[in-house]
């Protein structure tokens, strides 16, 4: 005696093409009397079942007729030959009758359909089987549950629970999200665009296009969010939408397909929320102990549950024809003795919440019943929430902004971002976190490096708060009101004013001893001199042609004087000859014209000097046309300058946005690069204590200028549940905020940048004597006069020099005279004593 046996042909794939249609389903042999062969057929098309399909029968169905009749000799002389057709298209005409002369004649006994479109076509036919008892063969048909009954139970379901909220003629309400995919013909949704008359958006689910159409509904304001969706696409929107934390009581959803009430969470993704209603076929409990975990495989469960009475009818030689209720998974049907089986009702379980807190509260059928316990939305307190946020990754993004945030010195640009960062903020959010339990945290970079500004659309870290993509934005960003519209803000951290940072020149030592000179050019000052030299040759020329009475003119003595008209005025006596005092008197004309021209100009360089020079106010800073300034870009800073009611502050942001090529500039590293630019001067507006920072870690920079006091906090999603923690935090820990403020910002001497010129000029400037106190904007100091002290003291060194010179020159002289006078002394001595001729 043979034993019975289940076998199963793989899977063949069709997309409704003749050949692939006629070896679809193989011929078997035909019945003889010792052997029996029942054949199966399950034709699907939509998600790929073959194998649980045939899973489900050799785990389930096939047993059972064991346990039923283990002694029945036909189970013994009978096999059992499952064939499963996956459609990818529906078939045409030709296709379908191919496939109906294939099932006809290879003796199928049962075949079950999902694509209500081939039912009609199919019956046409029924073909003759030789199974004692079943002479034709049947079809059963699971096809998903119409549009039209499916929005019938989400609309109870969804105005029940908008009856039991706290105000149910909002017109919030009234408004929806859908997700839906390609199965399902939107025109058909009218009784749920008729119920939502305030608006009913769809999104037809892409895996790719999950996190923007959340965003889009987190935007639009919708709290009811309705996905009828496969469990795989369910899992990932599922996934997506923990991300972007909209699973808080803000939203409701309503699940159909996804079947999220049949397992957890990814294991690092948990949530205690209960605003989640699925509404899938059977009880959980069940369908996890036949391991169900999508819709097609419950409605494939269900199929081959109704053909298991038929089959152990038959198998186990049963005189009781088939006559009974069969309540399956989807619903109930009524098994005929003929093998015909008509669905008595569509049956939706209706469960509230997810993981641990997921119950059922009701049950709809489509024959009128529905019954679903009144539950309220119940109160999210903090602790819940916490608890979440405990047990699940925790996102924080967040800015380099030295010492705000920034980089540890020494550690691997490959370790974790967590390990790698430091600085007052980052440092502040650790303490935080440890003390809250949470420890299952990591950091993220903003990707635009932006704080966040409005322009049509929010940007930087306020557009990733208001997406939800983060769970705290651990930067120090300024508290404001339009921001405050869009996210929450935890109590400030730290106030802090806005200043002006800009590098002062380190200045030429040289030029600033020689000050005296600069009123005028070299060309100017060369001309002067050969001014002078040419009148004194005029004067010392015209004095040999027509010598002045009384006073000697030559070339030296004309020098001398064309030098002192020029800088003491008249001296001595003036030539007395009418040429000559032509020519003096032109040259006093000359004189008086360039010293008019030296005071002048002296004094607009010293004061032009002293305006460029100071720089201490917004004012200041739009009067110096030296300097270029600029802001870093989507900052509170942009926003104050182009609000303000103040029109200096609005014509500072007109030449910053409008004029300077480096008004906005991308960071501050950015405009630090630009401040080393000597060509051209640069001022930065940003936030006081990092301008402070700035000043103390880079060579000859200025901070200057403070005004408006702004606080800083934390950010933290709109509607977040757990705010009240981290502001208790705040509070308990604001004696560290300012040691973690004293310690980031306060850089020790001895770790400040070395900025000591070693340069010629550098070295001139440290010896030069420094003001002993103060000095006031535009006065005249030590370093302007010390040239004119200077050439003093060349020119009395030079003198000295002369005078030695001369001594010495005139001793020699007199003492060439000396031997002169005694040579002919003693030449006459001896002449003396020579004998005369008379003698």
């Given at each position: 005696m043979t034993t019975t046996k289940f076998t199963s042909t793989s899977t063949v794939t069709t997309t409704a093409t003749t050949a692939a249609v006629t070896s679809a389903l193989p011929t078997t042999p035909p019945f003889n009397n010792e052997t029996y062969l029942i054949s199966l057929a399950i034709?699907?098309?939509?998600?790929?079942?073959?194998?649980?399909?045939?899973?489900?029968?050799?785990?389930?169905?096939?047993?059972?007729?064991?346990?039923?009749?283990?002694?029945?000799?036909?189970?013994?002389?009978?096999?059992?030959?499952?064939?499963?057709?996956?459609?990818?298209?529906?078939?045409?005409?030709d296709d379908v009758q191919i496939l109906q002369n294939a099932l006809s004649v290879s003796n199928y006994l049962f075949t079950g359909l999902k694509s209500s479109p081939l039912t009609p076509l199919l019956e046409t036919v029924l073909s003759n089987t030789t199974v004692p008892g079943y002479y034709l063969m049947n079809y059963h048909t699971v096809a998903p549950m119409s549009l039209t009954l499916l929005q019938d139970a989400l609309i109870k379901v969804i105005d029940q629970r908008i009856q039991e909220s706290s105000n149910p003629a909002d017109r919030r309400n009234y408004r929806a999200a859908l997700f839906i995919d390609d199965s399902i013909d939107i025109t058909q949704m009218t009784q749920l665009f008729r119920y939502f008359r305030y608006g009913l958006i769809f999104f037809r689910y892409t895996d790719s296009s999950a996190d923007e159409s959340l965003i889009s509904i987190r935007q639009s304001g919708i709290i009811n969010i309705?996905?009828?969706?496969?469990?795989?696409?369910?899992?990932?929107?599922?996934?997506?939408?923990?991300?972007?934390?909209?699973?808080?009581?803000?939203?409701?959803?309503?699940?159909?397909?996804?079947?999220?009430?049949?397992?957890?969470?990814?294991?690092?993704?948990?949530?205690?929320?209960?605003?989640?209603?699925?509404?899938?076929?059977?009880?959980?409990?069940?369908?996890?102990?036949?391991?169900?975990?999508?819709?097609?495989?419950?409605?494939?469960?269900?199929?081959?549950?109704?053909?298991?009475?038929?089959?152990?009818?038959?198998?186990?030689?049963?005189?009781?024809?088939?006559?009974?209720?069969?309540?399956?998974?989807?619903?109930?049907?009524?098994?005929?003795?003929?093998?015909?089986?008509?669905?008595?009702?569509?049956?939706?379980?209706?469960?509230?919440?997810?993981e641990a807190k997921k119950h059922q509260i009701g049950e709809w059928t489509s024959d009128g019943g529905f019954n679903m316990l009144p539950y309220p939305d119940p109160a999210r307190t903090p602790g819940l929430s916490l608890s979440e946020l405990k047990l699940n990754p925790f996102n924080i993004v967040t800015l380099i902004i030295p010492p705000y945030v920034m980089y540890k010195s020494g550690v691997s640009p490959e370790a974790p971002l967590r390990q790698r960062l430091t600085g007052m903020y980052i440092e502040l959010c650790k303490e935080i976190l440890a003390d809250l339990g949470i420890t299952d945290y990591d950091f993220f970079l903003q990707p635009d490096e932006a704080f966040g500004v409005f322009n049509k659309t929010w940007n930087g870290i306020i557009r990733t708060m208001m997406d939800g993509r983060a769970h705290l934005a651990c930067a120090p960003v300024t508290i404001e009101t339009s921001r405050k519209e869009v996210v929450s803000f935890t109590k400030p951290l730290h106030s802090s004013q806005q200043s002006i940072l800009y590098k002062q020149p380190p200045g030429d030592p040289v030029a600033e001893m020689f000050q005296f000179l600069q009123p005028l050019d070299t060309e100017i000052w060369l001309t002067i001199l050969g001014v002078l030299v040419y009148v004194a040759i005029v004067l010392a020329v015209m004095h040999k042609i027509i010598p002045n009475q009384g006073i000697k003119l030559d070339l030296y003595d004309s020098l001398f004087f064309s030098f002192a008209e020029v800088v003491q005025g008249t001296s001595g006596a003036v030539p007395n000859q009418i040429s000559g005092r032509i020519v003096v008197a032109f040259f006093w004309f000359f004189t008086l014209f360039l010293l008019l021209t030296y005071i002048a100009n002296y004094a607009a360089f010293r004061l032009l000097d002293g305006v460029q020079q100071q720089v201490d106010s917004l004012q200041s800073l739009l009067q110096n046309s030296a300097f270029e300034f600029g802001v870093i870009r989507n900052t509170v800073t942009v926003t104050l300058l182009q609000t303000s009611t103040f029109v200096y502050m609005q014509q500072i942001y007109s030449l910053l946005a409008d004029t300077f090529p480096n008004g906005l500039v991308h960071n501050e590293t950015y405009a630090l690069q630009i401040m080393q630019n000597d060509s051209f001067r640069y001022a930065l507006i940003g936030d006081d204590l990092q301008n402070k920072y700035l000043a103390e870690t880079q060579c000859n920079l200025v901070n200057t200028g403070q005004f408006y006091e702004l606080k800083s906090a934390l950010v933290l999603p709109p509607g977040n549940e757990y705010g009240k923690y981290f502001d208790e935090q705040i509070v308990l820990m604001s004696n560290r905020i300012i040691e973690l403020q004293q310690k980031f910002f306060h850089v020790p001497v001895e770790s400040r940048k070395d900025c000591t010129d070693r340069t010629f000029l550098g070295y001139v400037k440290n010896y030069t004597p420094k003001n002993p106190w103060p000095v006031k904007s535009g006065a005249l100091t030590l370093t302007n006069t010390l040239g004119i002290a200077m050439i003093n003291l060349f020119g009395c060194i030079f003198a000295l020099i002369l005078s030695a010179i001369e001594r010495s020159f005139s001793r020699l002289l007199q003492r060439r005279s000396e031997v002169r006078r005694k040579t002919q002394v003693a030449e006459a001595y001896a002449m003396a004593q020579r004998p005369t001729m008379l003698e």
């Open positions: 034709i699907w098309n939509g998600e790929d079942v073959s194998t649980e399909a045939k899973r489900q029968f050799a785990s389930y169905i096939f047993p059972s007729f064991a346990a039923a009749c283990p002694t029945s000799s036909r189970l013994n002389r009978t096999s059992i030959n499952l064939v499963v057709v996956q459609l990818e298209t529906l078939l045409n005409l309705i996905v009828v969706l496969p469990a795989v696409s369910g899992d990932k929107l599922k996934l997506a939408a923990f991300k972007l934390n909209m699973f808080s009581y803000n939203y409701r959803w309503f699940v159909h397909r996804a079947r999220w009430v049949n397992a957890n969470f990814d294991n690092r993704m948990v949530t205690y929320s209960t605003n989640v209603t699925s509404m899938e076929f059977g009880r959980v409990h069940d369908t996890l102990r036949y391991d169900l975990r999508t819709t097609s495989e419950v409605l494939v469960f269900d199929l081959e549950s109704i053909w298991q009475p038929y089959l152990q009818q038959y198998l186990c030689d049963e005189k009781t024809p088939v006559n009974k209720t069969l309540r399956g998974f989807s619903g109930s049907f009524k098994l005929n003795p003929n093998g015909s089986v008509a669905r008595l009702n569509w049956r939706l379980q209706i469960y509230r919440g997810l």
